[in-house]
T-cell receptor, first 119, second 114 residues
Framework: DTEVTQTPKHLVMGMTNKKSLKCEQH?????MYWYKQKAKKPPELMFV???????INESVPSRFSPECPNSSLLNLHLHALQPEDSALYLC??????????????????FGPGTRLTVT | GENVEQHPSTLSVQEGDSAVIKCTYS??????FPWYKQELGKRPQLIID?????GEKKDQRIAVTLNKTAKHFSLHITETQPEDSAVYFC?????????????FGQGTRLTINP
């Protein structure tokens, strides 16, 4: 399996709702990422998990809460979002820094994304 | 902080001609430079990459060059085809806090005219 999968594909939620985005990979990758992408902009890093531990939080508001239950799964819990949080949320994975000497170790592969609309 | 600048923001070429997209980065610790292609409504797709110990890499019609001294890297697409039309993002990577961080350029919208 060489893919990163994400569910749901589309999500519409109100500002008082709680929802979760899910990401899964079965490539044995040990680093997983959440990105936010607004229209006509590049992906913007939110969180990085390395070996199931949160390594980077790019000063993301607490209404976004990441979780890495195991090495294959990554969740993003959403609560009390604002309309400006509407975007494409992309998950990505890579082999992990401890394998930096391995060919292809730095390659990040993206999932198809979840298109989130906050009303 | 780290910054990646990408030019041009839009590029239109005739089918069969070549396209070149250029990026500069600011962080000298960056050691890996991938290029992603993103078609409308789809995920960014890794198309080619280069490590800092290599000056040039080629894969069929696409090639990437890196000038570490000048902190420049470029994507070259030859014999362009309509299916090359997409947004292309360059990125610079550095290890940080035990993990990896990609900083993306702003993107180039490439249009191939038949």
């Amino acid at each position: 399996d060489t893919e990163v999968t994400q569910t749901p594909k589309h999500l519409v939620m109100g500002m008082t709702n709680k929802k979760s985005l899910k990401c899964e990979q079965h490539m044995g990758h040990r680093a997983m990422y959440w990105y936010k992408q607004k229209a006509k902009k590049p992906p913007e890093l939110m969180f990085v998990y390395s070996y199931e531990k949160l390594s980077i939080n790019e000063s993301v508001p607490s209404r976004f809460s990441p979780e890495c239950p195991n090495s294959s799964l990554l969740n993003l819990h959403l609560h009390a979002l604002q309309p400006e949080d509407s975007a494409l949320y992309l998950c990505a994975s890579s082999q992990g820094l401890l394998r930096s000497g391995v060919r292809g170790a730095y390659e990040q592969y993206f999932g198809p994304g979840t298109r989130l609309t906050v009303t | 902080g780290e910054n990646v600048e990408q030019h041009p923001s839009t590029l239109s070429v005739q089918e069969g001609d070549s396209a070149v997209i250029k990026c500069t980065y600011s962080d000298s610790a960056s050691n890996y430079f991938p290029w992603y292609k993103q078609e409308l409504g789809k995920r960014p797709q890794l198309i080619i990459d280069i490590r800092s110990n290599v000056g040039e890499k080629k894969d069929q019609r696409i090639a990437v060059t890196l000038n570490k001294t000048a902190k420049h890297f470029s994507l070259h697409i030859t014999e362009t085809q309509p299916e090359d039309s997409a947004v292309y993002f360059c990125a610079a990577h550095r290890p940080i806090q035990g993990a990896q961080k990609l900083v993306f350029g702003q993107g180039t919208r490439l249009t191939i005219n038949p």
